[in-house]
């Protein structure tokens, strides 16, 4: 969805640097999460925000930070990288409805690669 | 958490009509079914969201029996693009987060 972007796309970097992934979204949505997908698998929650003031870890939360800047602005930080955070990492929005749960927005994605 | 269980893949072809079905035996009263399609490297996309009983869209069908522990997505004339993987999601929204995706259905669909 062109309404929620990140960036950078793709990234490739050495085991024990700092990595910040970022994602911005236009669609004025208040929730926010950061997701990681390995191959042939389903995705899994890393972090969510559900407002500016609110950061809550999500099932594989260890060696991930996240800040959540502004409404439209949440970064996802690997403060030492290792190889076994190479994986697919995707972006979502959604804002509450009034009936039914959320539906998510999700982003392109950002394929890192650590060596 | 509402565990969820579905096909790790299906074949079809082009024109038929597809059926995918999840169960979800431990669903809790207030949990929604939603289904989202994946395309490779690319982000999930909603397809459909229902509580009960039949729900309709431009894109698909989806079907929920009255105990509501299995529902089933239907795609009518499917086409080559609808080849993806589609997950079935279980659960609710409110005041924290309360859904897993499983490792989703595998849709190859042939000329």
């Known amino acids: 969805d062109a309404d929620v972007t990140q960036t950078p796309r793709n990234r490739i970097t050495k085991t024990g640097k700092r990595i910040m992934l970022e994602c911005s979204q236009t669609?004025?949505?208040?929730?926010m999460y950061w997701y990681r997908q390995d191959p042939g698998l389903g995705l899994r929650l890393i972090y969510y925000?559900?407002?500016?003031?609110?950061?809550n870890k999500g099932e594989i939360s260890d060696g991930y930070s996240v800040s959540r800047q502004a409404q439209a602005k949440f970064s996802l930080s690997l403060e030492s990288a290792i190889p076994n955070q190479t994986a697919l990492y995707f972006c979502?929005?959604?804002?509450?409805?009034?009936?039914?749960?959320?539906?998510?927005?999700f982003g392109p994605g950002t394929r890192l690669t650590v060596l | 958490l509402a565990k969820t269980t579905q096909p790790i893949s299906m074949d079809s072809y082009e024109g038929q009509e597809v059926n995918i079905t999840c169960s979800h035996n431990?669903?809790?009263?207030?949990?929604?079914i939603t289904w989202y399609q994946q395309f490779p490297s690319q982000g999930p996309r909603f397809i459909i969201q229902?509580?009960?009983t039949k729900v309709t869209n431009e894109v698909a069908s989806l079907f929920i029996p009255a105990d509501r522990k299995s529902s089933t997505l239907s795609l009518p004339r499917v086409s080559l693009s609808d080849t993806a993987v589609y997950y079935c999601?279980?659960?609710?929204?409110?005041?924290?987060?309360?859904?897993?995706f499983g490792s989703g259905t595998r849709l190859l669909v042939r000329p």
């Open positions: 979502a929005t959604s804002d509450p409805p009034s009936g039914g749960t959320d539906t998510q927005y």
């Open positions: 669609k004025g949505h208040d929730r």
């Open positions: 925000s559900f407002d500016v003031k609110d950061i």
């Open positions: 431990n669903i809790a009263t207030n949990d929604y």
């Open positions: 229902g509580y009960k």
């Open positions: 999601l279980v659960g609710r929204m409110d005041s924290s987060y309360k859904l897993i």
